[in-house]
């Protein structure tokens, strides 16, 4: 809640990119968006990089469906699972290799032996934070986002419940 994160603070990342989001060279979506139509964020996103991916997509079927494959969250969390599991290892592929940092500094904590295995992704589900935040942590949450968006319109794009 005081922004003091490894990827900086949630509001601050949002409330900086979201004046960008009709810039030409910007794409803007959000996480409910792909949830509910990742299809359609497929095209608008090929059609915002170019004829040709939008092309590629409608000349073979497989491309979209192997996009919707490679992009859905239960191949992401794999991956991202196969990743942490190779913390401290030499063979993290190139492509991971942002990620080796993060892996060290997790796999240096030790939690108490009591408590779960955590996940860095759990579901995926839209506001399944609901079914572990408490009532004041909610409270909470809701008075930093409404301080944090008043004035913009933000406010409008996710509602307080």
């Known amino acids: 809640m005081a922004g003091e994160l490894e990827y900086n603070d ?3 990342h949002l409330l900086d990119w979201y004046p960008h989001r009709y810039d030409p060279n910007v ?8 949830k509910k139509d990742i299809k359609g964020v ?7 990089l170019g004829e040709e991916y939008i092309e590629a997509i409608e000349k073979d079927n497989a491309v979209l469906n ?3 494959l490679y992009s859905g969250f239960d191949y992401m969390k794999k991956k991202l699972s196969e990743v942490y599991d190779l913390r401290g290892s ?3 592929d ?3 290799t ?5 892996c060290e500094f997790t796999n240096s904590l030790k939690p108490p032996e009591d408590l779960p295995e955590l996940e860095f992704v759990r579901k995926g589900i839209i506001g399944d934070w609901r079914n572990h935040f408490s009532v004041d942590q909610t409270e909470r949450l ?4 409404l301080e944090k968006m008043k004035d913009t319109e933000v406010l409008q794009w996710y509602p307080i419940e």
């Open 10 to 12: 949630y509001f601050d």
């Open 27 to 34: 794409f803007f979506t959000a996480y409910e968006d792909m």
């Open 42 to 48: 497929i095209l608008k996103l090929s059609r915002f």
């Open 66 to 68: 192997n996009i919707i």
């Open 90 to 92: 030499e063979d993290i």
């Open 94 to 96: 190139p492509i991971f």
């Open 98 to 102: 942002g990620l080796t940092y993060m």
């Open 142 to 145: 809701n008075r930093k986002f």
